[in-house]
């Protein structure tokens, strides 16, 4: 989707960071939904993404895993992706796929927790 006039401007990547790139329209919704609900929380599992969405990718964070199961990967650009989940809130989820060689975070869910883990 690109920018329109009006739209938050991005910040660029620099060194060793991750490009943080929307992967569906639902994906843009709930993370400005998540804006609204969870500023703070959001802008921490953002600076996950952009620092350390990975393995061997920086330190550990107790709210962020690879999804398990038939939920640990996905697909994306015809390529099939590690799928990661960040918590942002006790009730709300970041789900994203890593793309390693593009060096890229691609968000695919940003919402309340997914009923696809219950």
């Known amino acids: 989707m690109s920018p329109k ?3 938050p401007v991005a ?3 620099i060194a060793e960071e991750w490009h943080i790139r929307y992967c569906t329209n639902e994906a843009i919704k709930g993370w400005h939904d998540l804006e609204t609900r969870a500023g703070g929380n959001l802008r921490k599992a953002w600076e996950v993404m952009r620092d350390s969405p990975g393995p061997g990718s920086g330190k550990p964070c107790s709210r962020h895993s690879q999804l398990k199961g038939c939920l640990a990967s996905g697909t994306h650009g015809g390529r099939e992706l590690p799928r990661w989940q960040i918590e942002v ?3 709300d989820r970041i789900w994203y796929l890593l793309d390693v060689d593009g060096h890229t975070v ?5 919402g309340g927790h997914p009923k696809a883990t219950d």
């Not at 691609?106 to 940003?110: F, H």
């Open 89 to 91: 809130t006790g009730g």
């Open 5 to 7: 006039k009006g739209d």
């Open 106 to 110: 691609w968000v695919q869910y940003a």
């Open 11 to 13: 910040p660029p990547t």
